[in-house]
């Protein structure tokens, strides 16, 4: 017998030869490292490319981050070139035929610390792993060559200018000791000289949206009144560009509302109007955000009011929840708007109404009316003098027993009514009926559900669904007591 040697490596070398043969993207690019040092914001990034694994490399993604932002952000050439055609990366001098460059600008701010990475991709199999990160190169300090991207202001309190501006990221300092420098001017003149801030202004005290704010007084006769405005970066070595031109307006003035006028709707609400000067500036003095109704007890101090806010510029809002029938009220009205609350304008008189009715009406009885209607009858209720209204009328709330009784159709009778026609119903559909008075002081107590359809009313059982039997108008009690009486005699014979 002939003994055949294997290397116990074999395997594992076939799976090495079998990777470096497979086709796939391509490998990692090596060597990557700016050549040369950084012309300003301009840096000049060289690597060699790795293994093709079987395909030509088509395009490069380059890849950069920086000592304050740690997170990669891709590089793209322009807007309507996100990667590097592989053709534009070879050196034209031809001495170094291994290596591939391109030169990175209009992105890099100063005086921050860079690290860049390279991948590679084949136009079959895409792109590979990205290279290990370059060295870190630090860009000389310099002037910023960003402003705020974002620049708006109004509101606070009256007589102010208040502009706002979202403060550059550290990474587009340029240098050490940023700060800022803000211009105003009246919009309506624009050829007059730009007024600025004589002080530093410093981008540690952000809002809670995250802007630095700046306040200029400008005067009360100058509210609600346009500005151009205008926000510039400066450091150590010089100063940035300024943002663009943004319109914004002072801090608002607060009209009073006049003619207030309470109207009682029930016994618990009321409905309050009012009026505003003419829509000018000087009218208005701002733009309205919306009106707060305070309300309290007669009697009582207005440091206990309540109040309800309607937004928007509507001239009328209701007060629910009043606690007292026939209760005597105070009412006043006040502005709002991002500069607070106005003055309250004058007082105005409520007296609400009296109760809705206690009780309700009784002996409800529905019978068949038409192809598509029931009659409805029953009892009227009393009031009760100096508690209740008088009756106004009678409500019959009816819908489908299978549907929420927010559902509910009502059908409106009169005062001297106790009995009315319900059209509109469905044939083969069970309906539940509640009826109820009504009066000055709203809606009184409802019925008790009765069910009812086509046919009148029935007795129904909402847990079985069953439609019990009625044995005409007979009742249960006297029908089974006659049963049994005629069982017994029966069995007797």
């Known amino acids: 017998m002939v003994t055949v040697a294997t290397c116990p490596l074999q395997p594992l070398l076939w799976l090495l030869l079998s990777w470096l043969l497979l086709p796939g993207a391509p490998g990692q690019p090596a060597g990557v490292h700016v050549h040369g ?94 290279s290990l990160p370059s060295d870190s190169i630090k860009l000389d300090d310099a002037a910023p060559i960003y402003a705020p991207e974002i620049v708006t202001g109004g509101g606070g309190s009256v007589g102010m200018l208040r502009i706002k501006w979202t403060p550059l990221a550290p990474e587009f300092h340029g240098g050490a000791n940023l700060y800022y420098k803000v211009y105003w001017r009246l919009h309506r003149a624009p050829n007059d000289m730009w007024q600025y801030s004589k002080s530093p202004i410093y981008g540690g005290n952000l809002d809670r949206d995250g802007f630095v704010t700046f306040h200029h007084k400008v005067g009360m006769e100058f509210f ?36 207030v006028l309470a109207v009682a709707i029930n016994s618990t609400a009321a409905w309050i109007s009012w009026e505003l000067p003419n829509n000018t500036r000087e009218g208005m003095r701002g733009k309205i955000m919306g009106f707060q109704i305070n309300w309290w007890i007669w009697g009582e101090d207005r440091l206990f009011t309540r109040f309800v806010r309607h937004y928007g510029t509507t001239l009328g809002g209701t007060v629910i929840g009043l606690p007292d029938p026939n209760g005597d009220y105070w009412v006043d009205v006040q502005v709002f708007n991002s500069a607070g609350l106005s003055r309250p304008s004058g007082h105005a008189y409520l007296n609400t109404n009296y109760d809705a009715p206690h009780h309700y009406p009784e002996y409800v009885t529905i019978t068949s009316h038409g192809e598509d209607s029931v009659r409805v009858s029953w009892r009227g209720v009393s009031w009760f003098e100096q508690i209740e209204s008088p009756v106004t009328g009678y409500k019959v709330w009816y819908w489908p027993y299978t549907d929420d009784i927010r559902t509910a159709k009502i059908a409106e009778f009169g005062r001297f009514d106790f009995t009315g026609v319900i059209h509109g119903l469905q044939k083969d559909q069970i309906y539940k009926a509640r009826v109820l008075a009504i009066n000055d002081g709203g809606d009184g107590k409802k019925t ?46």
């Open 448 to 493: 008790p559900p009765t069910f009812f359809t086509l046919g009148g009313q029935v007795r129904f059982d909402p847990i079985s669904t069953e439609i019990l039997a009625s044995a005409g108008f007979l009742k249960p009690s006297v029908l089974t007591t006659a049963l049994c009486f005629a069982f017994v005699l029966l069995s007797r014979a």
């Open 37 to 130: 040092l950084p012309v300003d914001t301009t840096v000049d990034l060289w690597w060699q490319p790795g293994e093709q694994h079987g395909d030509v490399i088509t395009k490069y993604l380059i890849e950069y981050n920086n000592n304050f932002n740690p997170a990669w952000v891709p590089y793209h050439p322009s807007e309507a070139q996100p990667y590097i055609e592989a053709q534009t990366t070879t050196i034209d001098n031809g001495e170094y035929p291994l290596w591939r460059h391109h030169v990175i600008t209009n992105v890099l701010s100063p005086g921050t610390h860079y690290r860049f990475r390279v991948t590679a991709a084949s136009g079959e199999f895409g792109f590979g792993e990205p």
């Open 224 to 259: 609600y009144t346009e500005y151009d405005v205008k926000v510039q970066a400066i450091n150590i070595i010089g100063a940035g560009p300024n943002t663009t031109v943004t319109s914004v307006m002072s801090a608002e003035d607060m009209t009073t509302p006049q003619q």
